[in-house]
């Protein structure tokens, strides 16, 4: 009797943990499901999150470059007024650290270009050197596009070349520089490189000497000889300037680009006006180097350096 009641509570006992076992089966199999569900939901809202946070950060830094672009615009355009003597007319990027913001500014003066339209061929020559192109290349680059350029019943024997032109000759003016990416051997030339050399805003045969690109002035002398006669050494008020801002952020990977060719008609009057947009050079990748080289109230004022620092 003792013994057959003790074998009916061992296999009530074992029924009952069988139970439980299948019980907590059943819940780790839910729980599993329910991990399974909501972890890409988890997850997705997390990449949301981020991208809306990157997204953010990127408008705002673009937002910053764009008003930093019109404070040296309005700074240019009142040249003949206050002139700012840290500003730099020469492409030569100016960078400064304002609080967490990396700040990376240049500024070519379009006299200190080469105009696509109205230079001779010898100083076209010139500018596709400082590109980094050989010598008879560059020649041949000249001779086609002063073709291009020039009126058809004009031209006369055709140079060498013209059939490497992607769309052949246009006998027309150049309406922009990135029309040299159709000339042969220029179709991966970086954009900011071709724009510190040639221009179509100065609609002059010569080239300032005061302003002179950096890359021109590797290949350019400072005042006028027999062999260079289109060097300009007299001083004048910027007409025509390209502006690029590259704004990041120190502590996060964000960035903001805003570039434009502005006009200032009146240097005394502090009005400019936007001829063009200028693509931002990080479409093309990699790292752009930093090492500042000015203070931030110097470039931009102790008001403005304040703001910037304390956003």
Not at 1 to 23: V, W
Not at 45 to 56: E, G, I, P
Not at 206 to 217: G, K
Request: hydrophobic share 40%; proline share 5%; glycine share 8%.
């Amino acid at each position: 009797m003792t013994f057959s009641r003790s074998r009916n509570k061992l296999q009530k006992k074992q029924k009952q943990d069988a139970q439980e076992g299948f019980a907590l089966i059943v819940v780790l199999l839910f729980l599993l499901v329910a991990t399974a569900i909501i972890t890409p939901m988890v997850l997705a809202a997390r990449t949301d999150f981020l991208l809306s946070s990157r997204t953010y950060l990127n408008t705002r830094q673009s937002a910053m470059s764009e008003g930093i672009l019109n404070i040296i615009a309005r700074e240019i355009a009142l040249q003949g007024v206050e002139k700012n003597e840290a500003l730099l007319f020469d492409s030569t990027p100016m960078q400064t650290g304002c609080g967490d913001y990396r700040i990376t500014v240049s500024v070519q003066d379009q006299s200190g270009t080469i105009d696509l339209n109205a230079a001779p061929e010898e100083l076209l020559e010139e500018g596709f050197k400082a590109l980094g192109i050989a010598t008879s290349d560059s020649q041949r680059l000249a001779r086609l596009v002063v073709a291009y350029r020039s009126p058809k019943e004009s031209t006369g024997i055709e140079p060498s070349g013209v059939g490497d032109l992607v769309a052949g000759l246009k006998y027309f003016a150049f309406e922009a520089v990135e029309e040299l990416y159709e000339f042969p051997g220029l179709s991966k030339m970086p954009p900011e490189l071709i724009s510190q050399v040639f221009t179509t805003y100065s609609r002059r045969a010569t080239v300032t000497s005061q302003n002179m690109s950096a890359l021109l002035s590797e290949v350019l002398p400072d005042r006028p000889t027999g062999q260079y006669p289109f060097i300009v050494e007299a001083e004048e008020p910027v007409l025509f300037s390209e502006i690029r801002v590259l704004v990041e952020n120190s502590q996060f990977d964000a960035r903001g680009f805003s570039g434009a060719i502005i006009e200032t008609p009146d240097p005394n009057s502090g009005i400019f006006n936007v001829k063009e947009r200028t693509n931002d050079p990080g479409i093309l990748g990699g790292k752009r180097s930093f090492d500042a080289n000015m203070n931030c109230a110097e470039l931009f004022g102790d008001e403005v350096a304040a703001i910037i620092s304390g956003s």
